[in-house]
């Protein structure tokens, strides 16, 4: 798995060096893909502002990978070569679901035929973000339960060969 991330990075740096010019995609564009799965880190601040820029454009977060990738085997420092690694993204909407209260441990008591349960000990769940949105029904039902309406975000991911490379990004449009 590292080596086909690091052929995917390498063809992409070969890109950002000028060595093939992208189809459709920017030079900063392209480095959404570099630097989204570590979190825009120290030097992609141009790559964080492409993206916020295809964003409010209604594009999605990220280029087409292939409008990026140098076509082509990859060699790979050390040894060896990879061909193209199928690179991909999934975003969409996050909702916030706020802390709540769940029992961690029940006791039992009163005869066998009226048994009665009562929780012990209560443990907080914090809030959160997860992937979908908050839906409230005309009865104040909450889809997921304990979400809160008007509070999502957004998220992305970036996936090689159908593996997760790094943490879920979220933000704010």
């Not at 060969?161 to 943490?167: A, S, Y």
Request: with cysteine; net charge negative.
């Amino acid at each position: 798995m590292k080596n086909k991330v690091c052929a995917a990075l390498a063809a992409l740096l070969l890109m950002v060096g000028g060595t093939t010019t992208a189809q459709a995609a920017s030079q900063d564009e392209c480095a959404i893909w570099l630097c989204l799965p570590g979190g825009f880190p120290s030097g992609c601040s141009s790559a964080a502002s492409a993206m916020r820029d295809r964003l409010r454009d209604f594009k999605p977060p990220l280029p087409s990978f292939s409008s990026c990738a140098v076509s082509g085997n990859v060699d790979i420092p050390g040894g060896g070569s990879v061909q193209g690694s199928q690179m991909t993204h999934e975003y969409g909407y996050a909702t916030y679901i706020s802390s709540y209260e769940v029992c961690g441990s029940w006791v039992e008591s009163g005869p066998p035929k009226n048994r009665t349960r009562r929780c012990t000990e209560w443990n907080t769940v914090p809030g959160h973000y997860e992937k979908g949105r908050c839906w409230v029904d005309r009865d104040g039902n909450h889809d997921p339960e304990h979400c809160v309406p008007n509070h999502g975000l957004r998220y992305v991911e970036v996936y090689m060969d159908g593996q997760l490379t790094g943490p879920t990004h979220w933000f704010e449009l």
